[in-house]
């Protein structure tokens, strides 16, 4: 299991980077990938849409189990990964590279509230 | 502390993935379910299957016994090692468990019945023992391991592992087992694919494992077990039927023999006085998504639902068993509800792949 220093994470498993123009892109830890297997589809949400901090908005479905994704903090989602959607397998091979969407948030400032890699990777070794 | 079979060690070492299934502490995959499946169906996997119960029934009564308990007719297996696929119904015609039971002689045969399920199956059949005032004697053996090797090469593979098993076993037709020694080899499976399971005594069964190992059978775990079954059109107690269901909802009628008049096996009364009002067919997802077991089905003669449903590594379609309304037939274009949305599926008859080819 790999978690990269430079990303936040929550606890339900999904990785955040913050970008330089204050938007932040998201996908699942490689932690997660492991425990789901072989991914076979991705439900990604449309650019546009409003969610909320925790809300479900995409489902990660591998051949075990469908998995509900949830939004980090409240935002905007402003895109979301095709080139994933149409090769599910290529988050097993890699989760921190290939992302799921992206989102506009609407405080910088919620991103505090999230887990660094040590506090993540407590959350995971409690799984 | 959930149970361990005498493998255990072995798959932690071979890194499964370790999950809790009906008590017991299982591998799920070793790195790659869809990788594991392929095996099977393209040359040779093993499946750890100790956690299921093999029991002895033996004593002058076991025929008379069997013939009340199954509904399936186990008069009809008369050569030595033939093997018979029943359901064990209550009296409701609700299925209590399915089965594989194995004839050796009128006095001697062996059940091998589902690990989640064992407990209340021994208890079901101590009751009936006693019901039937039956000469009989019952013996549970989980003093035994079971391994299923699965795949076109699973018996030449099987062969090299077991020095001495080709020129005993190289005759044994489907369905059929044989016993060498205190191990007994069953032309049988849950795959789809031809193959072996065989029960040993627990401390030989590591030993073999690692043999089969060698010989280049690949482990796989419940995850691969899953898909498999499910192409192979083949039900799982507790998701495709249970005690509330008759086996004639559950694509089972195949294997409930009405035919002696005078064989009142447990549960006959209730299926005849309730005919069939469902069946059990295969469907095939059109759109993007997977299918799981419980989906609502939409179809031009009324609604149904999905029972197991998965992501099909062979098809590379999702695929689904589903009892829906009698009237449905292979071909039919159905809608099934996904989250919310209702996704278009197509009926087809089971199974959906068979010794490596997909049928549909």
Redesign the interface.
């Known amino acids: 299991m790999t978690t990269p220093a430079d990303l936040k994470y929550t606890k339900s498993h999904e990785w955040v980077r913050v970008e330089s123009d204050g938007t932040l892109t998201i996908g699942i830890t490689d932690h997660a990938q492991e425990a789901l297997g072989d991914i076979v589809f991705l439900e990604l949400p449309e650019a546009g849409r409003a969610v909320n901090a925790g809300e479900e908005c995409a489902v990660v479905e591998s051949v075990k189990a469908a998995s509900d994704i949830y939004a980090p903090v409240a935002g905007e989602i402003i895109a979301n990964n095709e080139a994933a959607s149409d090769a599910p397998e290529s988050v097993n091979e890699d989760a921190y590279g290939n992302w799921l969407f992206k989102i506009k948030p609407n405080d910088i400032g919620d991103v505090d509230g999230l887990l660094d890699a040590a506090g993540y990777e407590a959350v995971a070794a409690a799984d | 502390m959930p149970h361990q079979t005498p493998l255990h060690a072995a798959h932690v070492e071979a890194g499964a993935?370790m999950v809790d299934f009906a008590g017991w502490d299982m591998p799920?995959?070793y790195g790659?379910?869809?990788e594991e499946h392929h095996a099977v169906r393209t040359d040779a996997g093993m499946f750890d299957v100790s956690h299921m119960l093999a029991l002895d029934l033996t004593g002058a009564g076991a025929t008379d016994y069997l013939r009340k308990l199954l509904a399936n007719d186990v008069a009809k297996i008369k050569t030595p090692g033939k093997a018979l696929y029943s359901c064990m119904l209550n009296e409701k015609g609700g299925v209590i468990d399915d089965l594989i039971v194995y004839y050796f002689a009128d006095d001697k045969y062996r059940i091998v019945v589902n690990a989640g399920t064992a407990d209340k199956d021994v208890a079901w059949m101590r009751k009936q023992i006693a019901a039937q005032g039956a000469n009989v004697t019952l013996e549970p053996r989980r003093d035994m391991a079971m391994i299923a090797v699965q795949g076109p090469n699973a018996r030449a593979r099987t062969w090299a592992a077991i020095p001495g098993s080709e020129s005993a076993s190289a005759t044994l037709k489907p369905f059929n087992a044989i016993e060498i020694g205190p191990m007994m080899i069953a032309r049988t499976g849950y795959t789809g694919e031809d193959g072996f399971e065989i029960t040993l005594p627990a401390q030989d069964a590591a030993a073999l494992w690692t043999d089969l190992m060698a010989a280049g059978v690949r482990p796989c775990g419940l995850?691969a077990r899953d898909?498999l079954r499910l192409e192979a059109g083949m039900n799982l107690y507790g998701q495709d039927m249970d005690d509330n269901v008759s086996p004639l909802n559950a694509g089972l009628s195949w294997t409930v023999d009405m035919k002696d008049e005078t064989r009142n096996f447990v549960g006959r009364d209730a299926l005849e006085a309730n005919p069939p009002t469902a069946r059990l067919i295969g469907l095939i997802l059109q759109d993007?998504?997977?299918l799981?077991a419980h989906q609502q089905v939409f179809t031009e003669h009324g609604e149904g639902e999905t029972t197991s449903g998965?992501?099909s590594?062979t098809l590379q379609k999702?695929i689904a068993f589903a009892r829906v309304p009698l009237d449905v037939a292979p071909g039919d274009a159905v809608e099934v509800d996904i989250?919310g949305k209702r996704l278009k599926a197509v009926a087809v008859k089971l199974p959906f792949a068979r010794n490596g080819q997909a049928l549909v």
Do not use: D, L
Request: proline content about 6%.
């Open positions: 993935r799920v995959n790659s379910q869809i995850g898909t993007k998504g997977v799981r998965t992501f590594p999702s989250r």
